[in-house]
């Protein structure tokens, strides 16, 4: 007589944490997932199975990480829960700690397993010791270096709104910078293929997608390490050819890496959004030569003033670290005066977290929580006022914008190609009847609203 086995769980949940690459890593699981029959719901305390892809970039991510993963154990209880599977980041990095200090875990994979997904789940959903009410986690094969890329062949179902999505041009990093662990966890820089990246934007294109948003860890690096100088600037101008989008968007650009090529293909092809997301991390000489970043501040003053050069209409966003170790008042000072100058338009703060395995970790001269706090409060107090000024060109200006949210009354809000998506201002959007998610209208800005335009349908 066979023996009785339970059923394999068939719903399924993933949350994904972390950035945009993340996020397609997590919509890469999921077309594996929806490939293998499983039943894909947004709820987690409906699934039999969730999956956490997990962030392990600075200490705060971390930290969600793991309440995430206690979270979710509690369905165990109150939910439907069988099986937590944790892969991303936070996996491959920490997979034996997690191994020995969340037994709430059933199953963990590194990240050359992402679209192994499904087979992980398969046979060890279950308890793998039910008798002695134990779990045990199964780690996967390769902890150490990550070398998977995903590719135009590879399933993928989006999590983002059906008119937009983002597409990883590459993986990994090879710059030397003091405070990241990126390279570390990701692994070495590698591109995928011209025509690949081309196939898959034709894919999304015919699947409704109108805006592709391209990231890396470095995108002005793309295409180095596969045909010996960068391509971004080829990419570009293929995927300007693609039929129907409205937008393309280049994240993460490297500053001293942002080519002339690159200025003249974005300016001269209307598809391209000119806008400038290019990480600075300080303007201090003092504290960027601390951070083994390459290029200095006049550097980068030269940067913003090529890139108005070129494209004077341009949006402008950055990130820069408070608080990196050795940071003295003056710097922090030369940081505020480098922001007054640039009159950038959109800007995130982030304290520095002191990371293990880092060149910056064991630094002297780390900065104590309450200065890096109080830093962080002033660089974003001066940034609104910069932002408010800054966004106030835009009145009068006839801009097209893409509608993204309606609240319960039917107000539309939405970007325009100088906003990209989760990380920037919105326009609310006025007199337009009968709204839906997706719709691309021209509008007149009228005025603004704090950090946000608002616009009236033409």
Not at 387 to 395: F, I, L, N, Y
């Amino acid at each position: 007589m066979a023996s009785k086995t339970s059923p394999a769980p068939k719903t399924v949940a993933v949350i994904s944490l972390g950035c945009p690459k993340n996020t397609v890593d997590s919509e890469v699981m999921l077309g594996k997932l929806a490939q293998d029959h499983y039943t894909l719901v947004k709820d987690p305390s409906r699934a039999e199975v969730v999956i956490v892809n997990t962030c392990g970039f600075i200490e705060a991510s971390k930290k969600e990480s793991i309440d995430t993963i206690l979270e979710v154990a509690k369905y165990r209880k109150n939910g439907n829960l069988k099986s937590l599977v944790v892969g991303g980041c936070l996996a491959h990095r920490y997979g034996d700690e997690l191994k020995k200090e969340l037994p709430e875990i059933d199953i963990l994979f590194g990240l050359n397993e992402v679209e192994d997904v499904a087979r992980q789940i398969k046979g060890e959903a279950l308890p793998l010791h039910p008798s002695q009410g134990q779990r045990t986690p199964l780690l996967p094969q390769s902890m150490e270096e990550a070398t998977y890329v995903y590719d135009a062949s590879s399933p993928r179902l989006l999590s983002t709104p059906a008119h937009f999505a983002y597409v990883k041009i590459s993986e990994g990093c090879d710059l030397p910078c003091a405070f990241c662990i990126i390279p570390k966890i990701r692994g070495h820089y590698r591109s995928r293929s011209l025509e690949d990246i081309e196939a898959e934007a034709g894919q999304l294109a015919a699947q409704g997608v109108k805006e592709l948003c391209l990231v890396a860890q470095d995108s002005t690096w793309y295409g180095s390490d596969r045909y010996g100088k960068p391509k971004v600037a080829e990419l570009l101008a293929r995927l300007a050819r693609v039929e129907p989008l409205e937008w393309v968007r280049l994240h993460y650009l490297y500053p001293s890496r942002v080519s002339d090529e690159m200025l003249k293909v974005m300016a001269e092809n209307p598809r391209i959004a000119p806008y400038f997301d290019v990480p600075l991390q300080h303007a201090s000489d003092r504290v960027l030569k601390a951070m083994r970043r390459i290029g200095d501040r006049a550097s980068l003053e030269k940067l913003v003033e090529r890139i108005r050069k070129s494209s004077p209409r341009a949006s402008l966003r950055s990130t820069f670290i408070v608080g990196f170790p050795g940071e003295t008042d003056e710097d922090f000072d030369q940081l505020l005066d480098f922001l007054r100058q640039t009159q950038m338009d959109y800007v995130g703060f982030f304290a520095y977290s002191q990371e293990e395995d880092t060149p910056a970790g064991t630094m002297e001269g780390q900065v104590e929580e309450k200065v890096k706090q109080e830093r962080l409060a002033r660089a974003y107090r001066l940034q609104e006022e910069i932002a408010e000024k800054s966004h106030r060109r835009w009145v009068g200006e006839r801009l097209r914008a893409v509608v993204e949210t309606l609240d319960g009354k039917g107000q539309a809000s939405g970007r325009t190609k100088y906003q990209a998506p989760e990380v920037d201002g919105l326009v609310l959007i006025e007199g337009l009847a009968k709204p839906r998610v997706g719709q691309w209208v021209d509008l007149e800005i009228t005025h603004t609203l704090n950090l946000d335009l608002v616009g009236r349908v033409l």
